[in-house]
């Protein structure tokens, strides 16, 4: 039998696993409102081996409104972890993950692999996002497909999908 802490533990575990696996997935669905609740106040993005630029902290409306101009110009996008791995410290959580995102546009497929370390922090309103950082391993296709859906969002506007 398990005691109070090993099933506080558990419990702990199980919804950071399943908060992260739902920043692959709610992107993906285009559901960016019920994304937004899953970060804290301010999170640091670093998507600089992927990007390049610096670390830097944003806020929620802040990481969406980029992921918009980033995902919406795609007919799909396919975010996935793999072999996740909670690293569990009192209030505070690291978890890593391998990650593939595959973007498609048309007749192109884009395919970006590497890995993600997310911060996690217990608040308030439970398990919530406080760093996002992907590290870019490798890719397939041609890179510039990410700026013609950029070019896509910026004539047609924002993305209309579940704002």
Partial sequence: MLTYIERREKTD??????????????PDLRLFSVLETLLTDEV??????????EPHEETPKGVIRRWKESLCGFDATQH??????????????????????TYFLNEHIWEGKGRYVFGCRFTADGWKIN?????FESEKGK????????????????CNMNE
Avoid: H
């Fill in 143 to 158: 890179r510039d497909i990410l700026q013609k859906a950029r070019e896509l969002v910026d004539k047609k506007g924002k």
């Fill in 44 to 53: 640091v993005v670093d998507y600089t081996s992927l990007v390049g630029g």
């Fill in 131 to 135: 760093k996002l950082q992907f590290n």
């Fill in 13 to 26: 575990i199980a919804l950071i696993e399943t908060l992260v696996q739902s920043m692959a997935v709610l």
């Fill in 80 to 101: 996935k972890l793999e072999n996740i791995v909670v690293e569990l410290k009192g209030q505070e959580a690291t978890v890593k993950a391998n990650a593939t995102a």
